[in-house]
């Protein structure tokens, strides 16, 4: 079984500003993907940045980058240079095998003007 | 840009009664998906389905749940006899591939009364 786990319910930042969520998870397959998804408000999910666990680089997307530590199961989200348009619950969900995703709780992030 | 759509986006219902979701996956997905979030908790999975069967489902996913693609492009939740607790916003989701990021919908309201 897998594990997602987002132990920041909550997150404030300052516009312009950078903050890091956090993502630790569990799984016995050797093989997985790790995404970040946003979700405005009554909104759909939408995909921020994936990881493959194969991969030792980080992935990078525009403002967005993820800090993977594969050894520590661990699976931050850097977004910098913080925007209005940012604030959502973000998630953090893996993948392993040939189910779908299994999600965190979430964290919502504020961003202060 | 192709997107998974779900059709209604809210629906009151009374407890008891059947609902049917509907969802259309992206044209040339081959795995499809639906996850529930009850009101302020995680996203959670319900099933996975592929090639006209369900290939993996939650242990939510008890006898008043089913799927269906009566017609190669639509995905159907069926719920037969709904409880106060199945209120929650159901995604639909489909992928391409059963490995890489899933393709959210955005979402159909239920709401249990």
């Known amino acids: 079984a897998q594990t997602v786990t987002q132990s920041q319910p909550e997150m404030s930042v300052q516009e312009a500003e950078t903050v890091t969520l956090s993502c630790t998870y569990d799984t016995s397959e050797s093989d997985y993907y790790l995404f970040w998804y946003k979700q405005p408000p009554s909104r759909q999910m939408i995909l921020v940045i994936r990881q493959e666990a194969y991969k030792q680089q980080n992935a990078t997307e525009n403002r967005f980058s993820v800090n993977f530590q594969k050894a520590a199961k661990s699976f931050s989200l850097k977004i910098s240079d913080s925007q209005l348009g940012d604030a959502a619950m973000y998630f953090c969900a893996l993948r392993a095998g040939a189910d779908g995703l299994t999600f965190g709780k979430g964290t919502h992030l504020i961003i202060q003007p | 840009e192709p997107e998974v759509t779900q059709t209604p986006s809210h629906q009151v219902t009374q407890m008891g009664q059947e609902v049917i979701l509907r969802c259309v996956p992206i044209?040339?997905?081959?795995?499809f998906y639906w996850y529930r979030q009850i009101l302020g908790q995680k996203v959670e999975f319900l099933v996975s389905?592929?090639?006209?069967?369900?290939?993996?489902k939650s242990e939510i996913f008890d006898d008043q749940f089913s799927v269906e693609r009566p017609d190669g492009s639509n995905f159907t939740l069926k719920i037969r006899s709904t409880k106060l607790e199945d209120s929650a916003m159901y995604f639909c989701?489909?992928?391409?591939?059963?490995?890489?990021?899933?393709?959210f919908g955005e979402g159909s309201r239920l709401t249990v009364l």
């Open positions: 389905f592929y090639n006209n069967e369900i290939s993996e």
């Open positions: 989701a489909s992928s391409l591939y059963n490995t890489g990021e899933l393709f």
């Open positions: 044209s040339n997905h081959l795995y």
